[in-house]
């Protein structure tokens, strides 16, 4: 019976992050309320409450969750990559993930409001900036700069990806956006100098 009623608490809890989820990315972190979300998610408020502890909380789950999200992207898309090509398929995939679905407002609008600056940078420093480092440094960056340029690729590229998602459904704009990501790459890559 114990195994059963973690399930079930597992699944409650799983529920509730895919509800906040949405609620999130639809109202925005201020109009989204926990009691819409426990009702959407067919729970009480109390049994949010109990997995999550405060609404910053479930909002800061969330986010770890898209970062996770947009992370897998990545590995997946540079799974089969030569060290060669890793940089930018994954750069591609991190574009991707994060306008294709619903990290953008989370990650890239109310996150850096929402949590503190510090945690903002921590789940991006654990997520996708890990794997942008290590593509750099393969690519032959020099130590020096490696954090540098870690740090001005990917706020460079959270600004395109911000771009893009008021953009969603114009494929030229994608189109374009890969497009600069590409002239980004080339510019930092040393063995295109």
């Known amino acids: 019976m114990p195994r059963a009623s973690a399930a079930d608490a597992?699944?409650?809890?799983e529920r509730i992050l895919e509800v906040a989820t949405s609620h999130f990315t639809e109202h925005g972190y201020a109009a989204a309320s926990?009691?819409?979300i426990a009702q959407a998610a067919g729970v009480t408020r109390g049994a949010v409450y109990h997995h999550y502890t405060s609404k910053p909380l479930l909002f800061t789950a969330v986010?770890?969750?898209?970062?996770?999200?947009i992370s897998d992207a990545i590995l997946t898309a540079t799974d089969d990559s030569d060290a060669d090509a890793a940089l930018r398929d994954g750069s591609h995939a991190f574009l991707d993930a994060i306008t294709g679905g619903e990290a953008a407002r989370v990650l890239l609008v109310d996150g850096p409001?929402?949590?503190s600056w510090d945690?903002?940078?921590?789940l991006d420093a654990e997520g996708p900036a890990v794997a942008l480092r290590e593509g750099l440094a393969e690519v032959g960056?020099?130590?020096?700069i490696l954090d540098a340029l870690t740090a001005a690729l990917s706020g460079a590229?959270?600004?395109?990806?911000?771009?893009l998602s008021?953009?969603?459904?114009?494929?030229?704009?994608?189109?374009h956006a890969h497009e600069a990501l590409d002239l980004l790459l080339d510019a930092v890559d040393p063995r295109e100098s």
Do not use: G
Not at 10 to 13: P, S
Not at 119 to 122: E, L, S
Not at 141 to 144: H, I, Q, S
Not at 157 to 163: D, G, I, Q, V, Y
């Open 10 to 13: 597992a699944a409650t809890a």
């Open 34 to 36: 926990v009691d819409d």
């Open 63 to 69: 986010a770890a969750a898209q970062q996770q999200r």
């Open 113 to 115: 409001a929402v949590l």
């Open 119 to 122: 945690d903002w940078r921590r």
């Open 141 to 144: 960056v020099e130590p020096a």
């Open 157 to 163: 590229m959270n600004e395109l990806a911000l771009w």
């Open 166 to 175: 008021e953009r969603r459904t114009d494929a030229e704009a994608r189109a």
